[in-house]
């Protein structure tokens, strides 16, 4: 089974919905992120967690928000969803190990009509 | 700010050295990575270098570091058709817990 896993895979939605993406790890690590992939642009960070109580906002976070509802668990919600949100999100877990490798989830494609 | 810079493609012949270039502005980065993404699939860790070192290779990869002109390369010998996929340069970000990525590199290998 995979260690960090993102549901849906692909959504279709339209302009104005309430979207969450959600991220589940087994890895036992305290720290997860959101990132966002365009093409040309490489990963932008859109917030990271470091445990349940601690969210930080990262490049891009307007129009964002996040749920770390365990140390599992990471969701990353748009609250009205527009175009230009259109892209690959990735979440991310890492050990905080002092080269801090992170491993990624499979990614969930959005397209916001 | 902190900046990571590549160019987006790059193709080489089955067998032959691919060698992917990276430039950074942190000069305080203490380690730099090297990400490999395959179709359909999310980054992993290919291989990374501590910022005191020069150079480490492992296996068909050698990762070059010159810290003076801030350049990162990466070189794949021998390279095979499964060797196709995206090349992510990558910094520690100031404060230790970011990770900056470039752009990132797709590599074409053609048989």
């Given at each position: 089974?995979?260690?960090?896993?993102?549901?849906?895979?692909?959504?279709?939605?339209?302009?104005?919905?309430?979207?969450?993406?959600?991220?589940?790890?087994?890895?036992?690590?305290?720290?997860?992120?959101?990132?966002?992939?365009?093409?040309?642009?490489?990963?932008?960070?859109?917030?990271?967690?470091?445990?349940?109580?601690?969210?930080?906002?990262?490049?891009?976070?307007?129009?964002?928000?996040?749920?770390?509802?365990?140390?599992?668990?990471?969701?990353?919600?748009?609250?009205?969803?527009?175009?230009?949100?259109?892209?690959?999100?990735?979440?991310?877990?890492?050990?905080?190990?002092?080269?801090?490798?992170?491993?990624?989830?499979?990614?969930?494609?959005?397209?916001?009509? | 700010?902190?900046?990571?810079?590549?160019?987006?493609?790059l193709s080489?012949?089955?067998?032959?050295?691919?060698?992917i270039n990276?430039?950074?502005?942190?000069?305080?980065?203490?380690?730099?990575?090297?990400?490999?993404?395959?179709?359909?699939?999310?980054?992993?860790?290919?291989?990374?270098?501590?910022?005191?070192?020069?150079?480490?290779?492992?296996?068909?990869?050698?990762?070059?570091l010159n810290?003076?002109?801030?350049?990162?390369?990466?070189?794949?010998?021998?390279?095979?058709?499964?060797?196709?996929?995206?090349?992510?340069?990558?910094?520690?970000?100031?404060?230790?817990?970011?990770?900056?990525?470039?752009?990132?590199?797709?590599?074409?290998?053609?048989?």
């Amino acid at each position: 089974d995979a260690d960090v896993t993102q549901t849906p895979r692909n959504r279709i939605t339209k302009t104005g919905k309430r979207i969450m993406l959600e991220c589940s790890q087994t890895k036992g690590h305290d720290r997860m992120y959101w990132y966002r992939q365009d093409p040309g642009l490489g990963l932008q960070l859109i917030y990271y967690s470091f445990d349940v109580k601690d969210i930080n906002k990262g490049e891009i976070s307007d129009g964002y928000s996040v749920s770390r509802q365990a140390q599992a668990k990471f969701s990353l919600s748009l609250e009205s969803a527009i175009p230009n949100q259109t892209a690959l999100y990735f979440c991310a877990t890492a050990t905080g190990s002092s080269y801090n490798e992170q491993f990624f989830g499979p990614g969930t494609r959005l397209t916001v009509l | 700010g902190e900046d990571v810079e590549q160019s987006l493609f790059l193709s080489v012949r089955e067998g032959d050295s691919s060698v992917i270039n990276c430039t950074y502005t942190d000069s305080s980065s203490t380690y730099l990575y090297w990400y490999k993404q395959e179709p359909g699939a999310g980054l992993q860790l290919l291989t990374y270098i501590f910022s005191n070192m020069d150079m480490k290779q492992d296996q068909r990869l050698t990762v070059l570091l010159n810290k003076k002109d801030k350049h990162l390369s990466l070189r794949i010998a021998d390279t095979q058709t499964g060797d196709s996929a995206i090349y992510f340069c990558a910094e520690k970000g100031t404060g230790g817990f970011k990770t900056i990525f470039g752009a990132g590199t797709r590599l074409f290998v053609k048989a």
